[in-house]
C-alpha cells in the first residue's frame, strides 16, 4: 500500500483561453493539495487527456476552436473519458446557458465572476460524487475494492478488535453454465440481499459490507457479530438459492449441467464458505495481511461440503469470546457446532 505521504495529488486540468484567471485558478487549486495543468483551447486539452488522464476537468464554455459544449461531447461519447468529472465555467449565467452545460453532460456550471473559494468546494464535491460511484458495485449497489481497502485500513488504525468474513458462493460455475449469467447475477444480488438483512438483523455496531466481484463479498464486524451473521446470511441465501433454481433441480438437491468436454454432470446446490480473519490478540499491520488470512480460511472452508465457516485460530482469545464463535458449521441449514 503506498504511504499517504506518497499518495499522488488529484489532477485538474483548467481549459481556459484567459491565461491570468487559469493560472490563479491552479495556484489556488495547489495551495489546497491538488495538481494542476492548463490549456487553452480544446484540441490542446483532448491532446492533453489523452497524454494524462486528469481527475476532473475545469473548462471555459466560451473555448476556441473547440467550445466546452462541444468538448464535453466529445468526452462523454469516448469510454475512456465517459465518466471523467466535468465542471463548467462561463460568463453566460442564465437558467437556458445552465441547462445547456448540464445537458450535455456537465457534473456542475459555475457562472463567472466567482469566489475561487467556491470552485475548490465544487471541485472536491466533484471528485467525491465520482469516487463514490466509482467505488460501488454496479450489480449489487455495494462498496468495491477501494472502498473495501480503505475500511479494512481504518480497523487495522484504529487497533480494536474486529472479524473480517471473505464469502464466497460454492457451485457457482454450475450456476452459470446451467442458467446462464443472467440467473447468476440474480444468485450474487441474493447473496447481497441476504448479508445486508444479516448485519440488520444482528443489530450494532452494524457491520459493512463489501462486494469484492463477481460472487465475492466481505464483512467487517465486531467480533461476537460472526456467528449471528453467518448463521442468518447462511441460512437465508440457502432458501433463496434454491427458489432461484428450477424446481426439478432444487427438488432433487443438486444441478445438472456439462463440462468442458460435453459431459453431463452434477453440481451440488448453491451454498456458502466464508473465511473468517479474527484481529483478537493478533496484530495485523497492514489490510493485505488480513485479506490473506481471511483467503486462507476461505479455502479451508471450501474444502469442505455444504455451507461451511472456517475461522483463523492461530492467536489467543478469550473463552468467552470463544463460546461465541463455536458454531461455525452448517449443513443443508442444519449448524453443527464443528469448527474449522
Known amino acids: 500500500m503506498t504511504p499517504a505521504s506518497e499518495t499522488p495529488s488529484e489532477l485538474v486540468l483548467i481549459v481556459d483561453s484567459d491565461v491570468e484567471l487559469a493560472e490563479y485558478l491552479a495556484g489556488q487549486l495547489r495551495e489546497n493539495g491538488f495538481d494542476t495543468s492548463i490549456v487553452r483551447d480544446g484540441y490542446q486539452?483532448?491532446?492533453?487527456?489523452?497524454?494524462?488522464?486528469?481527475?476532473?476537468?475545469?473548462?471555459?464554455?466560451?473555448?476556441?476552436?473547440?467550445?466546452?459544449?462541444?468538448?464535453?461531447?466529445?468526452?462523454?461519447?469516448?469510454?475512456?473519458?465517459?465518466?471523467?468529472?466535468?465542471?463548467?465555467?462561463?460568463?453566460?449565467?442564465?437558467?437556458?446557458?445552465?441547462?445547456?452545460?448540464?445537458?450535455?453532460?456537465?457534473?456542475?456550471?459555475?457562472?463567472?465572476?466567482f469566489d475561487a473559494a467556491e470552485v475548490i468546494a465544487r471541485v472536491r464535491s466533484a471528485m467525491r460524487r465520482h469516487r463514490e460511484i466509482r467505488e460501488v458495485s454496479p450489480l449489487t449497489g455495494l462498496p468495491g475494492n477501494a472502498r473495501i481497502l480503505g475500511e479494512i485500513a481504518e480497523w487495522v488504525h484504529r487497533g480494536e478488535p474486529f472479524a473480517l468474513g471473505y464469502i464466497d458462493i460454492d457451485q457457482f460455475k454450475g450456476v452459470n453454465d446451467a442458467y446462464g449469467f443472467v440467473r447468476g447475477d440474480e444468485f450474487i444480488q441474493s447473496l447481497a440481499g441476504s448479508l445486508h438483512r444479516a448485519v440488520l438483523a444482528a443489530?450494532?455496531?452494524h457491520a459493512?459490507?463489501?462486494?469484492?466481484?463477481?460472487?465475492?463479498?466481505?464483512?467487517?464486524?465486531?467480533?461476537?457479530?460472526?456467528?449471528?451473521?453467518?448463521?442468518?446470511?447462511?441460512?437465508?441465501?440457502?432458501?433463496?438459492?434454491?427458489?432461484?433454481?428450477?424446481?426439478?433441480d432444487a427438488i432433487n438437491g443438486y444441478i445438472e449441467c456439462k463440462d468442458r468436454q460435453g459431459n453431463p454432470v452434477r453440481s451440488r446446490l448453491p451454498t456458502l464458505s466464508i473465511g473468517v480473519a479474527l484481529s483478537g490478540q493478533r496484530h495485523f499491520?497492514?489490510?493485505?495481511?488480513?485479506?490473506?488470512?481471511?483467503?486462507?480460511?476461505?479455502?479451508?472452508?471450501?474444502?469442505?461440503?455444504?455451507?461451511?465457516?472456517?475461522?483463523?485460530?492461530?492467536?489467543?482469545?478469550?473463552?468467552?469470546?470463544?463460546?461465541?464463535?463455536?458454531?461455525?458449521?452448517?449443513?443443508?441449514g442444519s449448524p453443527s457446532s464443528r469448527a474449522a
Not at 465542471?87 to 437558467?95: D, E, Q
Open 208 to 248: 459493512f459490507i463489501g462486494h469484492v466481484g463477481g460472487d465475492d463479498f466481505i464483512f467487517m464486524s465486531d467480533l461476537l457479530l460472526v456467528t449471528p451473521i453467518t448463521r442468518h446470511a447462511i441460512a437465508e441465501f440457502e432458501t433463496r438459492a434454491a427458489d432461484l433454481c428450477d424446481p426439478d
Open 45 to 113: 486539452a483532448l491532446a492533453q487527456i489523452s497524454r494524462r488522464r486528469p481527475d476532473l476537468v475545469l473548462m471555459e464554455v466560451e473555448l476556441p476552436l473547440i467550445d466546452g459544449l462541444e468538448l464535453t461531447r466529445q468526452l462523454r461519447g469516448d469510454p475512456m473519458t465517459a465518466s471523467l468529472p466535468v465542471i463548467m465555467l462561463s460568463f453566460r449565467g442564465l437558467s437556458a446557458d445552465r441547462i445547456t452545460g448540464l445537458t450535455v453532460g456537465a457534473d456542475d456550471y459555475i457562472v463567472k465572476p
Open 285 to 332: 499491520a497492514d489490510p493485505r495481511e488480513v485479506v490473506a488470512v481471511a483467503t486462507e480460511m476461505k479455502t479451508v472452508a471450501k474444502s469442505h461440503q455444504g455451507s461451511y465457516v472456517a475461522y483463523d485460530r492461530r492467536h489467543d482469545i478469550s473463552s468467552a469470546d470463544l463460546s461465541q464463535l463455536a458454531e461455525l458449521r452448517y449443513e443443508g
Open 203 to 205: 443489530g450494532p455496531p
